[in-house]
């Protein structure tokens, strides 16, 4: 894919831009910061949102992985998945469950899911596709998660699948040696 919105260089851009990017292009995700930083005052904004989203929110970190994986691979984005599924695998997923969560069958891949973790695979099955949880699946979310963690989730399925209309329109390119939908 080559990019319609081509991502900043590292190094070189204006000091206020640059002191935002500096902190958060450490790592081997770095394109989708390169080219947000294209709009500094969006991203200025964004950066604590996603990141609450990523390392500070109430979801246990599997289930986050997952809602994030499953978002994903519904909204076709190979850069997040490619991202993600290491930090899946960091949460505790296997390379089966992975694949699991990249099969799009009702079945939600008969995994060893626990209840919880269908209920969570299911509303952003859900969420992806109709923007709206259906009652059945509410009520089974609402055995194992409190109010903060049901909001949580409906965020955290809508900004990613935000994120990857955006990542797909931007044609924002995987990083060098990060894998796409065929991994694991």
């Known amino acids: 894919m080559t990019p319609r919105i081509a991502p900043l260089a590292r190094t070189g851009n204006p000091p206020a831009v640059q002191e935002l990017i500096?902190?958060?292009?450490?790592?081997?995700?770095?394109?989708?910061?390169?080219?947000?930083?294209?709009?500094?005052?969006?991203?200025?904004?964004?950066?604590p949102f996603g990141g609450k989203l990523l390392v500070g929110g109430k979801l246990p970190v599997r289930e986050r992985e997952l809602v994030v994986l499953r978002t994903a691979r519904r909204c076709g984005s190979d850069y997040e998945w490619g991202q993600h599924v290491s930090m899946g695998r960091d949460a505790g997923l296997t390379d089966?469950?992975?694949?699991?969560?990249?099969?799009?069958?009702d079945d939600l891949g008969a995994g060893s899911w626990s209840d919880a973790e269908r209920a969570v695979l299911r509303a952003t099955d859900e969420l992806v596709t109709d923007h709206r949880i259906a009652d059945g699946t509410w009520q089974a979310l609402t055995a194992d998660h409190d109010t903060e963690q049901l909001i949580e989730l409906c965020m955290l399925a809508g900004h990613y699948a935000m994120l990857a209309g955006v990542l797909n329109s931007a044609g924002v390119e995987r990083e060098e040696g990060v894998g796409g939908f065929e991994t694991p």
């Open 22 to 47: 500096d902190p958060v292009t450490v790592g081997p995700a770095a394109n989708i910061f390169l080219t947000l930083a294209n709009h500094p005052g969006l991203f200025r904004r964004w950066l």
């Open 96 to 105: 089966d469950e992975i694949r699991a969560v990249r099969q799009l069958d």
